[in-house]
């Protein structure tokens, strides 16, 4: 297994990742929101592309995992900066980009930042938007009064301590919205998504469909599959969904 090493951003970041040596197009995994990189996909991706002599990145955001700073000091933008400097820095060529829930987001904002970079497209129940459409649209006038008034706000997690939602988080979320422009994918893309997923819903699913415009989108919903995504039969899929992108590029 690639060693932990770490990059030094221009940000003053120092960003915790993995890196696999192998033939391109490399895979960079991005996690979700308060996850890290020892996750079960993960872990399971850098596996799956070593064997068959593919490069792979997987990474923590800075606030997150091994990498320096607060989880609460951070912002989507702070984190979808660590994740360009990851690939631009990181990585050699286009790379397949494979996002997690917010990583979903991330992913979608670097196939805007560095076009170049992206020559494939994979999210797992993506959550663009969430912090405007999920959170602030779901606070009750006292929370929203709360989180203005003192700066943060905990709410409910289902993964253990409550998440920390800060007055910085939602404001700095709404320059980086990607459900309010139109979002052209012209790259191989796969949507995957769980049917028994009760935090990012379906629907939300098909919104992102419906918006995004690109010859070669696809969704696909796995019956029974929660949020986590991380059954044998989700990460078979996942599996397939990565090899059919891998397939798309090579015949072009």
């Known amino acids: 297994m690639a060693g932990l090493e770490y990059l030094e951003t221009q940000h003053g970041r120092r960003i915790a990742y993995h890196r696999t040596a192998g033939a391109g197009p490399g895979i960079?995994?991005?996690?979700?929101?308060?996850?890290?990189?020892?996750?079960?996909?993960?872990?399971?991706l850098e596996t799956w592309c070593r064997a068959r002599g593919h490069a792979f990145l997987r990474f923590d955001y800075s606030g997150h995992g091994s990498s320096s700073g607060r989880f609460e000091d951070g912002t989507i933008?702070?984190?979808?900066?660590?994740?360009?400097?990851?690939?631009?820095?990181?990585?050699d060529g286009p790379q397949v980009l494979i996002g997690s829930s917010m990583g979903g987001w991330i992913s979608l904002l670097m196939t805007k930042w560095m076009p170049k970079k992206v020559a494939g497209?994979?999210?797992?129940?993506a959550?663009?938007?969430?912090?405007e459409d999920s959170y602030w649209a779901g606070f009750s006038e006292p929370q929203r009064a709360t989180i203005m008034r003192e700066g943060r706000i905990e709410v409910p997690s289902d993964y253990g301590s409550p998440y920390v939602i800060t007055r910085s988080m939602i404001e700095d979320?709404?320059?980086h919205l990607v459900l309010r422009e139109p979002l052209?994918?012209?790259?191989?893309?796969?949507?995957?998504?769980?049917?028994?997923d009760d935090v990012v819903p379906v629907s939300g699913a098909t919104i992102l469909l419906d918006h995004a415009s690109g010859e070669d989108i696809r969704l696909i919903v796995q019956k029974g599959a929660d949020h986590s995504f991380s059954s044998p039969s989700a990460l078979a899929l996942l599996e397939d969904a990565t090899l059919n992108v891998l397939e798309a590029l090579s015949a072009t």
Request: glycine residues 8%.
């Open 127 to 131: 959550a663009p938007d969430f912090m």
């Open 28 to 44: 960079v995994f991005l996690g979700g929101f308060a996850s890290d990189m020892t996750g079960t996909k993960a872990t399971h």
């Open 184 to 196: 052209a994918l012209t790259m191989p893309t796969r949507m995957l998504q769980g049917s028994a």
């Open 77 to 91: 933008g702070a984190w979808a900066q660590d994740a360009e400097e990851a690939i631009a820095r990181l990585t």
């Open 121 to 125: 497209l994979i999210t797992i129940a």
């Open 173 to 175: 979320a709404r320059q």
